[in-house]
């Protein structure tokens, strides 16, 4: 009893000590892990294996989209809108330039430049222009207003017409009053720029004799009512809307 009472003594472990084989059994553990992360450290992966992990871990619910340079629709070239926004020439510009074109062509009637401060008035005297109770142009009123519409077929400042009449009432001819005549030669002239290369729109009014009274009252009578019977081509400085 005594010797085996010895023998448990020597071979009991103390309260809270691991056993000793526990010790051995935790490094053995630990030298195989690192034995196989160091495996798998040194290992290559398979390419197509690898592609598949990283799309897997990847994946969203969006399809991915690979970047490529963008070049525009064709059907985008053709929607864009070019604005082309009309510019005015200088009126000063005109003057010396109408002036220019009167002096080369031999033949100039005596057409009346006024430069305001707002804008250029051009009278053509009607009695050049056209035929008594006529709205069609004579050859000398072609050649008049020709160089006229050569300048204007360059510029796109505003143009506006007016015709004008004397007080003399209209006793036959295909017009019944001053008034329509004064229009209908208007409508002449502003046909004739138009086929001279003038593009813009253009405003075209008929007077009559409503501004015969703008004449200087010293005039003789017959220089009034010759000075009356025009038609007047005013150029604006802005360019038409």
């Known amino acids: ?30 030298l195989m892990l690192t ?17 598949e992990v990283v799309s897997a871990l990847t994946q969203t619910d969006q399809p991915v989209v690979e970047e490529e340079e963008l070049s525009p629709r064709p059907d985008a070239e053709r929607n864009v809108t070019v604005l082309d926004i009309p510019q005015a020439a200088n009126l000063d510009y005109l003057v010396s330039l109408l002036r220019q074109k009167l002096d080369e062509a031999a033949d100039a009637p005596d057409i009346i430049l ?14 050049t222009l056209f035929e008594a109770s006529s ?12 160089p006229i519409a050569q300048m204007l077929s360059g510029i796109e400042n505003q143009v506006r017409l007016f015709g004008h009449a004397d007080p003399t009432p209209l006793r036959s001819g295909a017009y019944p009053s001053n008034w329509e005549l004064s229009l209908a030669r208007a409508v002449t002239v502003g046909r ?22 703008d004449l200087p009252a010293t005039l003789p009578q017959t220089e009034r009512y010759r000075l009356a019977r025009r038609v007047d081509i005013v150029i604006d400085p802005e360019a038409t809307q």
């Open 114 to 127: 006024n430069r305001t401060e707002d804008q250029l008035v051009l009278s053509l005297p009607g009695d």
């Open 35 to 51: 034995f196989f992360v160091m495996l798998f450290a040194m290992s290559v992966p398979d390419e197509d294996t690898w592609q």
């Open 192 to 213: 004739f720029l138009r086929s001279g290369g003038y593009r813009e729109d253009m405003v075209i009014a008929g007077m009559g004799d409503g501004r015969y009274g």
């Open 1 to 30: 009893m005594r010797a085996d009472a010895n023998s448990a003594q020597l071979t009991a472990t103390p309260a809270g000590d691991a056993p000793a084989w526990m010790v051995t059994f935790t490094d053995l553990v630990c």
């Open 135 to 146: 709205a069609e142009l004579t050859q000398e009123g072609r050649s008049a207003v020709q």
